[in-house]
Each structure stands twice: as structure tokens, then as C-alpha cells.
């Protein structure tokens, strides 16, 4: 029943993160690119702050998965590399921290590049 209810709770965290950015989108002049990036901001000031870690421990993949997760990741590595480093950790704990991401939207991206064929959405009359 635990496992069930941990489901759920990723689910409506992960759904309301999501709900978040579809008002956005209708109510608002936002981009969809200045949401995301709105949405990363806000992951690394919720980390940086400590209110994030608490919600990730709650709703697990719920959110950890939206891209205030990949913010979080960024602040949290900056903030180890740091510790360990020096200034020289705020340059390099981001890359390092979220490496794994990285390579795999930039890896699933060629896939899908190789998989499919572009063209112009331009309707040409």
C-alpha cells in the first residue's frame, strides 16, 4: 500500500508542477522557453533556499523528473563542488552534477534526428 501511495503522490506533485506551466501558458504572454527556464530558475532557488530536497523526499520522481528537478541537481552541485573546490567549483559542480542528463537529452536527441525526417512545416501554396 506504501508503494501505491508513493505513486500517487508523484503523480499529482509531477501533475501540478505540469498544471503549473499549462496556466502559464494560456494565461500568460510567456514563451514555453521562458517557462522552462522560469522552471529551472525556480529548482535552483528552492534548493538553494532547502525547501526543494523535503519535496523530493515526499513525491520522489514527482519531483524530481520536471525541470525544477534539474535545477535543484545544478544547485546542488554547485554548492558540493564548492565545498570541495573552492571558487572553481561554482564553474564546474553544474556539468558534473547533471552530466548524466545531459548526454542523454543531447544522445536521445541524435536518435530521434537519425530516426525521423525533417522538413518544413510551412505550408507551401
Same mark, same amino acid.
Given at each position: 500500500m506504501d508503494m501505491l501511495l508513493d505513486y500517487l503522490w508523484a503523480f499529482l506533485i509531477g501533475g501540478a508542477f505540469? @498544471? +503549473?506551466g499549462q496556466l502559464l501558458i494560456d494565461l500568460t504572454k510567456l514563451t514555453p522557453a521562458r517557462i522552462l527556464v522560469s522552471y529551472v530558475v525556480a529548482g535552483v532557488i528552492l534548493g538553494a533556499v532547502g525547501v526543494y530536497d523535503p519535496l523530493v523526499e515526499f513525491a520522489g520522481g514527482g519531483a524530481t523528473v520536471p525541470l525544477t528537478g534539474f535545477g535543484?541537481?545544478?544547485a546542488k552541485g554547485v554548492r558540493e @563542488? +564548492?565545498?570541495q573546490k573552492g571558487l572553481l567549483g561554482a564553474?564546474? %559542480? %553544474?556539468?558534473?552534477a547533471t552530466a548524466a542528463g545531459i548526454t542523454a537529452a543531447v544522445f536521445f536527441g541524435l536518435i530521434a534526428a537519425l530516426c525521423f525526417k525533417s522538413g518544413?512545416?510551412?505550408n507551401e501554396t
Open positions: 505540469c @498544471a +503549473v535543484n541537481l545544478l @563542488a +564548492v565545498d564553474f564546474t %559542480g %553544474g556539468f558534473t518544413s512545416k510551412i
